[in-house]
């Protein structure tokens, strides 16, 4: 009943940056916790950075300091904000929703469909 749609990919240079955006359609009945993971070819997939329902954050390792998550709710929709950009950081990149009703995660979660991010050294 949900539905998350990625954008934002691209080809750039090491350096540079990228914004990606996550828009949710469909049953939305809260605010809701939202993360952003990747995958690479041959790696399994990996949590990037998380926003809670309250608005705490957290983010990889790897990421941190380069990368932020945000979201605007009235949109629907959630952000990556990708600077700094390693060739390490290529891989697709999915949006995913953890839903919470009421502040109580539900054990009920969605995906996008990914968005390819590649980074030229």
């Known amino acids: 009943q949900v539905q998350l749609v990625e954008s934002g990919g691209g080809l750039v240079q090491a350096g540079e940056s990228l914004r990606l955006s996550c828009a949710a359609s469909?049953?939305?009945?809260?605010?809701?916790?939202m993360a952003w993971y990747r995958q690479a070819p041959g790696k399994k997939r990996e949590l990037v950075a998380r926003?809670?329902?309250?608005?705490?954050?957290n983010y990889a390792d790897f990421v941190k300091g380069r990368f932020t998550i945000s979201r605007d709710n009235a949109k629907h929709t959630v952000y990556l904000q990708m600077n700094s950009l390693k060739p390490e950081d290529t891989a697709v990149y999915y949006c995913n929703q953890q839903v919470v009703e009421l502040g109580y995660f539900v054990g009920i979660d969605y995906w996008g469909q990914g968005t390819q991010v590649t980074v030229s050294s």
């Open positions: 926003i809670t329902a309250g608005d705490s954050t």
């Open positions: 469909g049953s939305i009945a809260s605010i809701n916790h």
